[in-house]
């Protein structure tokens, strides 16, 4: 049988970035019908509806919800959902990780979107530690200050996973957080 890591990572592509890839379809909020995933996942992975669930209980990083017979991504989209969050506000600091070879352009243009529907931000520098040493390379943690952000409107939420989101962080209110 499949690895769970490999279901899971197969979930992120249809429930995030290419549903057609598995033969589905997202509503506007990014829910789709968990029997029609489970027959889709059976077909290539030959994992049990069972088995899903269980995956998605035990991911560490809860990256799923599952709610009745329908499932969605918690954060993570670059098709275009509306996730329904209200904003929250956020504690005094948030902190991304990134490359250092990525600083240079961000201390010019800020945080951006890139291929995704937000800028992530971490509750922790842990966290932000994790997300930057997925991809190669030297870390850095950025220190976002939140608060004067959103003393010029700019809005914030939390998703179900605990994942901190944002349009966008301009470059004034980033700090490179010391080694
Ligand atoms: C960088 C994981 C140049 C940004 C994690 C990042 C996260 C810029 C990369 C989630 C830039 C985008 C997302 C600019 C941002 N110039 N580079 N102006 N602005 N960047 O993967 O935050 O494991 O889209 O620093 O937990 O790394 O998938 O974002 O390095 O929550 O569940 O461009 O992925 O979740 O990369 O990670 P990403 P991210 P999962």
Same mark, same amino acid.
């Given at each position: 049988?499949?690895?769970?890591?490999? #279901?899971?990572?197969?979930?992120?592509? %249809?429930?995030?970035?290419?549903?057609?890839?598995? =033969?589905?379809? +997202? /509503? &506007?909020?990014?829910?789709?019908?968990?029997?029609?995933?489970?027959?889709?996942?059976?077909?290539?992975?030959?994992?049990?509806?069972?088995?899903?669930?269980?995956?998605?209980?035990?991911?560490?990083?809860?990256?799923?919800?599952?709610?009745?017979?329908?499932?969605?991504?918690?954060?993570?989209?670059?098709?275009? #959902?509306?996730?329904?969050?209200?904003? %929250?506000?956020?504690?005094?600091?948030?902190?991304? =990780?990134?490359? +250092? /070879? &990525?600083?240079?352009?961000?201390?010019?243009?800020?945080?951006?979107?890139?291929?995704?529907?937000?800028?992530?931000?971490?509750?922790?520098?842990?966290?932000?530690?994790?997300?930057?040493?997925?991809?190669?390379?030297?870390?850095?943690?950025?220190?976002?200050?939140?608060?004067?952000?959103?003393?010029?409107?700019?809005?914030?939420?939390?998703?179900?996973?605990?994942?901190?989101?944002?349009?966008?962080?301009?470059?004034?209110? +980033?700090?490179?957080?010391?080694?």
């Amino acid at each position: 049988m499949a690895k769970d890591a490999d #279901v899971s990572r197969f979930m992120s592509l %249809v429930l995030r970035h290419a549903p057609e890839q598995g =033969g589905l379809t +997202l /509503d &506007s909020n990014g829910w789709t019908d968990f029997a029609t995933l489970c027959g889709v996942l059976s077909e290539r992975f030959g994992v049990s509806a069972a088995d899903v669930r269980r995956i998605v209980e035990q991911s560490p990083k809860k990256r799923f919800v599952l709610d009745g017979d329908r499932i969605r991504a918690a954060q993570g989209h670059s098709v275009k #959902v509306d996730l329904g969050l209200a904003p %929250v506000a956020p504690p005094d600091r948030l902190f991304h =990780g990134t490359k +250092l /070879d &990525s600083l240079p352009t961000i201390l010019v243009e800020g945080l951006t979107k890139q291929a995704r529907q937000h800028v992530h931000l971490s509750p922790d520098i842990e966290t932000a530690r994790v997300v930057a040493d997925r991809r190669p390379g030297k870390s850095v943690i950025l220190i976002v200050d939140t608060t004067a952000m959103q003393a010029t409107g700019m809005t914030f939420f939390l998703s179900e996973n605990g994942v901190w989101l944002t349009d966008a962080v301009p470059s004034q209110y +980033l700090t490179v957080k010391d080694d």
